[in-house]
């Protein structure tokens, strides 16, 4: 952004604040993704055992280090761009989904496991993503609706190989 378009100034201590508690947060995610990895691999070095934890484990070590690299590659400065738009942004007061965005997000995931227990594993799966992808912001329905499908029935698909229980569907076929 040029000169013209918007001005540079510090970080204010509040905001560093905040970052130095996402890094400590994201550090105890990684940090508990990795004990219990390796506290599952002491009990039972088995893949049916590790089959599900294991990536899940890869997943969350990935995801906790590019943000962690993301939030200190933006720190580097203490700088940050602004605009007339920003500060326009800075005025207007969050909506409540803004606001309450996590307690959103627990209640939904309520909401999920109730609907597994007390319903079926695909259709949950289904809203539950439905509606966390509209709570983080998505607004296009038609790719929420798909990615909601397709990622419904690829865990269910996933599953059905995996476990030697079976467990119920509404819409995606037993197969046998």
């Keep these: 952004?040029?000169?013209?378009?918007?001005?540079?100034?510090?970080?204010?201590?509040?905001r560093r604040r905040r970052?130095?508690?996402?890094?400590?947060?994201l550090a105890l995610f990684a940090a508990f993704a990795l004990l219990y990895l390796l506290d599952a691999a002491r009990q039972s070095f088995?893949?049916?055992?590790?089959?599900?934890?294991a990536p899940v484990t890869a997943l969350v070590l990935l995801i906790c280090g590019r943000l962690i690299w993301r939030i200190l590659r933006?720190?580097?400065?203490?700088?940050?761009?602004?605009?007339?738009?920003?500060?326009?942004?800075?005025?207007l007061a969050p909506s409540w989904v803004e606001r309450y965005r996590g307690a959103l997000f627990a209640l939904l995931l309520v909401a999920y496991l109730l609907g597994l227990v007390f319903w079926v594993f695909?259709?949950?799966?289904?809203?539950?993503?439905?509606?966390?992808?509209?709570?983080?912001?998505?607004?296009?329905?038609?790719?929420?609706?798909?990615f909601s499908a397709l990622f419904a029935a690829g865990v269910c698909w996933?599953?059905?190989?995996?476990?030697?229980?079976?467990?119920?569907?509404?819409?995606?076929?037993?197969?046998?």
Aim: zero cysteines.
């Design 1 to 14: 952004m040029s000169k013209a378009h918007g001005a540079r100034r510090p970080l204010a201590p509040s």
């Design 122 to 146: 695909d259709v949950p799966t289904f809203l539950f993503l439905l509606a966390a992808l509209w709570l983080q912001g998505e607004r296009n329905w038609v790719a929420m609706t798909v």
């Design 74 to 91: 933006d720190r580097e400065g203490q700088v940050i761009q602004t605009s007339a738009s920003d500060a326009a942004d800075d005025a």
């Design 19 to 25: 970052e130095w508690g996402q890094l400590a947060l």
């Design 158 to 176: 996933s599953l059905r190989l995996m476990v030697s229980f079976p467990f119920d569907t509404l819409l995606i076929a037993t197969g046998g």
């Design 46 to 53: 088995r893949i049916d055992n590790l089959s599900v934890i």
